[in-house]
Nanobody, 121 residues
């Protein structure tokens, strides 16, 4: 079993900052990709940011220059620093870990339960 646990969501005023954390635990052989997705009411889940094991990052255009993704490979943890938050950033944020267990030959997507981020105007 692999557990993915997020933390750090909450309520913040526009222009404020939040830092999300996500830790994966269990018997993990390797992690190829870690990322954050979000889903606002009535909208599809969308990629916010991702980071490879080598540190290459990818961001949605809407968050470039405001959000920063980072990871600690030794702790199987990924972070999302969110600055200059806007009401449009309000959503449930989900952590995604793409990796494999020792008995697997292909990568699997593991998801966290989601953490609510609400930005008031």
């Amino acid at each position: 079993q692999v557990q993915v646990v997020e933390s750090g969501g909450g309520l913040v005023q526009a222009g404020g900052s939040l830092r999300l954390s996500c830790a994966a635990s269990g018997t993990i052989w390797s992690i190829a990709l870690m990322g954050w997705y979000r889903q606002a009411p009535g909208k599809q889940r969308e990629l916010v940011a991702s980071i490879t094991s080598g540190g290459s990052t990818n961001y949605a255009d809407s968050v470039k220059g405001r959000f920063t993704i980072s990871r600690d490979n030794a702790k199987n943890t990924v972070y999302l620093q969110m600055n200059s938050l806007k009401p449009d950033d309000t959503a449930v944020y989900y952590c995604n870990i793409r990796g494999r267990r020792p008995t697997q030959y292909r990568d699997t997507d593991w998801w966290g339960q989601g953490t609510q981020v609400t930005v008031s105007s």
